[in-house]
Nanobody, 124 residues
């Protein structure tokens, strides 16, 4: 079992930065691929980024490539999402997720564990 808790969301102006954190409980964090998804107002949940269990591989949605960076610290059981050059269209609830499967897991159905989400609002 893995429990995930996100933090770091908030209100930021366009062009600003935020760093989201997701801390896990349980002894098997290091064996899971981790990902960030988001769901904007009136939109479906969408994939943002994923990182392999070793941290050696990352994959990003085109919409965030070059602006967002996913990283992890297995010793701290934490995955991060550094978000730079934020845009109003990045406004969403951001969720972290843990899963195992063929790399990269881009569908939410591939992740068995989810956090409760953290709100990110980008003002224009």
């Amino acid at each position: 079992q893995v429990q995930l808790v996100e933090s770091g969301g908030g209100l930021v102006q366009a062009g600003g930065s935020l760093r989201l954190s997701c801390t896990a409980s349980g002894r098997t964090f290091g064996s899971f691929d981790m990902a960030w998804f988001r769901q904007g107002p009136g939109k479906e949940r969408e994939f943002v980024a994923t990182i392999s269990w070793t941290g050696g591989n990352t994959y990003y949605a085109e919409s965030v490539k070059g602006r967002f960076t996913i990283s992890r610290d297995n010793a701290k059981k934490t995955v991060y999402l550094q978000m730079n050059s934020l845009k109003p269209e990045d406004t969403a609830v951001y969720y972290c997720a843990a899963g195992r499967g063929a790399w990269p897991i881009l569908s939410g159905y591939g992740y068995g564990y989810w956090g409760q989400g953290t709100q990110v609002t980008v003002s224009s």
